[in-house]
């Protein structure tokens, strides 16, 4: 497909602007990139062919505003909008406005997006499809007798929550049968004043799980998985450390999580690049799923490592028009691989946001170091810290490793401070290396050990 | 001579807790030492602004939600 003559609007800044120019350019389009008054020597505006200020440093005057995002679009003469990821990716509205204003949206339709977005629909989209969600109690549970049958059905620990509460309100946690019976007139009580509603919900509660998730590219019409990503090393929710394949997957399990991703994105006439979140259960070889992404993510390029398909410019050509590329039957993968966030950020400090500038800036030979810095650059204060995502490539896991390691003490950036102690800790770590790690692994692995200062 | 308050962080700054919620500090209001008189946002985390002395009718320069950068005066007082 020819896209040369096209205008892509990068609606987004950073690593991921940079990014999403590099795709753009190899397809020979051309790029608008928008950014805020703070951003005006950002290195996306400087690779891009042109730019467009769309108003004042804080996000929600200007990468967050759809009105004014919309208008500066269309008023560069653009033919497609890509949001990156954050800010407007997932806004069903911003998709909308987008389409309306005559352009095309890079993602899928706003109807999805809606539908992803919302969890109890997302969940009921996913059962419908035939994917595992978490063990709960069909709809609500009244009695405590009723309690009693679902929880045998779904076994211990469980969490009962309120059916109409939200954001962790009214959760309570029953280790056994006589939890459950002393529990669930508490929180039927609690539900009844706190929500004017006593209804509850039962719900297992997983403890030592994996975070898998399953890259998917979808056409509207037919859906291929490009195999998953193991993001388990996470503090405070936040990702900082993502491998492809996860191996702590059975080629079993693999393909079963990967066929229901497909069928899944099949089943909402899926467009463009997203992702399925599960949480996977070494103990039980199982899997379920938690929720769908409807934009390109911050660790896809760990999958484009080892598949060799770029996830960003297949997006871009899909947003046009353009029917799948590959079969499923196309599509393997080689290696691992696994990517490292560097955040702007202090570890030794708990993570003290370190908006500073860049000075010297060496980056070793053989890595991929995706990017918004360049020496000199001043980051500015008000967006997040990722400024860059150090990945590497192996031909088995040890060897992505030790790669990683040598890739991490090659890497120098002066006038910061990063997360990079943080990875050099942990690449040499016993547990990291023998792949022992869950959800919980990070937090806990924080408090018993103390990251010097870089 | 009037007092100051300065910023420690560079970010954006807001004078209330939630935008729903009144200010810490009303402009004409007194304040202790120690007290909390604004947060401010740096890479999506948030610190608290503290007064390091005590005074009284603060006035506050910096508007709230406005960029900011280290060492800016954010507020006087007597």
């Given at each position: 497909m020819d896209l040369s003559g096209r205008t892509l609007f990068i609606a987004n800044r950073g690593e991921i602007a940079v990014r999403i120019n590099r795709a753009a350019k190899s397809l020979g389009m051309t790029v608008v990139q928008g950014h805020s008054e703070a951003d005006a020597d950002m290195l996306a505006v400087r690779m891009a062919d042109r730019s467009v200020e769309i108003g004042p440093p804080h996000a929600t005057k200007s990468y967050l505003d759809i009105g004014r995002v919309v208008e500066a679009a269309k008023s560069a003469g653009a033919d497609a909008v890509h949001p990156g990821?954050?800010?407007?990716?997932?806004n069903a509205g911003f998709a909308e406005a987008v389409e309306a204003a005559g352009m095309i949206f890079v993602g899928p339709s706003a109807e999805t997006i809606a539908r992803m977005g919302d969890k109890a629909k997302a969940r009921e989209t996913a059962e419908a499809a035939g994917v595992p969600t978490?063990?709960?109690?069909d709809g609500r549970i009244e009695t405590a007798e009723a309690a009693l049958v679902a929880a045998r059905a779904i076994g211990f620990p469980l969490m009962i929550k309120a059916?109409?509460?939200?954001?962790?309100?009214g959760i309570r946690v029953a280790e056994n049968e006589d939890d459950l019976k002393r529990l669930v007139p508490q929180a039927k009580a609690e539900a009844e004043a706190a929500f004017g509603d006593g209804g509850l919900y039962l719900e297992r509660m997983i403890t030592q799980a994996r975070h898998v998730e399953v890259q998917i590219l979808g056409d509207g019409k037919s859906a291929v998985h490009l195999f998953e990503r193991e993001c388990s090393l996470q503090r405070r929710r936040q990702k900082v450390w993502e491998e492809a394949p996860a191996r702590c997957l059975t080629q079993a399990t693999r393909d079963r999580m990967c066929e229901v991703s497909v069928r899944l994105a099949e089943a909402v006439e899926y467009r463009g690049a997203g992702t399925l979140e599960f949480l996977y259960e070494p103990d039980r070889d199982a899997f379920y799923f938690m929720e769908m992404n409807t934009r390109i993510q911050v660790e896809h390029p760990v999958t484009e490592m080892i598949t060799g398909v770029d996830l960003v410019a297949e997006m871009i050509r899909i947003a046009f028009g353009q029917p799948l590329r590959f079969a499923q039957a196309d599509i393997g993968f080689s290696g691992h691989a696994v990517e490292v966030r560097v955040n702007a950020e202090d570890p030794a400090s708990n993570f003290m946001p370190f908006p500073g500038v860049a000075q010297k800036l060496v980056v070793p030979d053989g890595v991929r170091f995706d990017t918004m810095l360049y020496e000199g650059y001043a980051i500015p204060p008000f967006y997040d810290s990722l400024v860059g995502k150090l990945i590497v490539h192996g031909a088995s896991r040890e060897e992505a490793l030790q790669k990683l390691r040598e890739a991490l003490s090659g890497l120098e950036i002066e006038g910061l401070k990063t997360t990079l102690p943080l990875h050099r800790a942990l690449a040499g770590d016993p547990d990291v290396k023998a792949d022992n790690t869950t959800t919980k692994f990070l937090e806990a692995w924080l408090e018993t050990h103390a990251i010097k200062a870089a | 001579m009037a007092k100051q308050i300065r910023s420690p962080l560079p970010g954006i700054f807001y004078r209330r807790p939630a935008p729903d919620q009144p200010p810490f500090v009303e402009d004409g209001g007194s304040v202790e030492a120690g007290a909390v008189v604004g947060l401010v946002e740096v890479m999506k985390s948030f610190h608290e602004v503290i007064a390091e002395e005590a005074g009284t009718n603060v006035r506050f320069v910096a508007e709230n939600e406005d960029p900011i950068t280290v060492g800016v005066v954010l507020a006087e007082m007597d």
């Open positions: 990821y954050g800010f407007l990716s997932e978490a063990p709960g109690s059916a109409a509460g939200g954001g962790g309100r | -």
